[in-house]
Each structure stands twice: as structure tokens, then as C-alpha cells.
């Protein structure tokens, strides 16, 4: 099973960008996903999850600007980013965790994309 981020890219202040991640292999089930990032000189931080259910979770940096959404016949996980700042610059990392169709669990981190907030 992998994973595959897109849809990083330059935003200048105050605009929008939309993540994905699609995942590829022989999965049974995914529960959880999430959206994590990690800034140069910082540690990763966990952006936004969401449940085998659809439940969402925020961080209180990203609430009300960033939406979290999964697709789970086509596999795939959204991150739309609204509202962007500068201090939402970093690599973010897509990871799911789930079950493979050989019935044993998955852990898994895509290869990242970075966003860039800059004028």
C-alpha cells in the first residue's frame, strides 16, 4: 500500500489551496486519516483527522480556515486550506491507518507536499 500528496504549491497570503492524498494497493479498509505538517526547524504537528465515520478534528491553528474531507470509494483524503497564512508554510504529510486485504494493519505516511505562504 502507498500513498500520494498533491496539490502543494505558492499562495500568496489570504488565498486558497486544496490537498490530496490517494492511497494504492490492496486495502480492505481505511479507519483513520489524517493531515499532518511539519515547518523547517519545527516538529511534525497534526493538522487535521478524520474518521472512518467522517468525523473531523482540527487543530486550533486551522480551525474555521482548513476543511477535512475523505472519499473512501476513490481512497482519498482532502485538505482544503483557506485563508492561508504565513505561518502555514511547511511540508504536509498525509496517513492513514487501516487494514490490508491480507488482513493485517497498515500504518502509513505519504511523501509529503509542500505549501508555501508568501507575497
Known amino acids: 500500500v502507498q500513498l500520494q500528496a498533491s496539490g502543494g504549491g505558492l499562495v500568496q497570503p489570504g488565498g486558497s489551496l486544496r490537498l490530496s492524498c490517494v492511497a494504492s494497493g490492496n486495502i480492505f479498509r481505511i479507519n483513520a486519516m489524517g493531515w499532518y505538517r511539519q515547518a523547517p526547524g519545527k516538529q511534525r504537528e497534526l493538522v487535521a483527522a478524520?474518521?472512518?465515520?467522517?468525523?473531523?478534528n482540527y487543530a486550533d491553528s486551522v480551525k474555521g480556515r482548513f476543511t477535512i474531507s475523505r472519499d473512501n470509494a476513490k481512497k482519498t483524503m482532502y485538505l482544503q486550506m483557506d485563508s492561508l497564512k504565513p505561518e502555514d508554510t511547511a511540508v504536509y504529510l498525509c496517513?492513514?491507518?487501516?487494514?490490508?486485504?491480507?488482513?493485517?494493519?497498515?500504518?502509513?505516511w505519504g511523501q509529503g507536499t509542500l505549501v508555501t505562504v508568501s507575497s
Open positions: 496517513h492513514y491507518q487501516g487494514l490490508g486485504t491480507d488482513w493485517r494493519p497498515f500504518d502509513l
Open positions: 478524520i474518521t472512518s465515520g467522517g468525523s473531523p
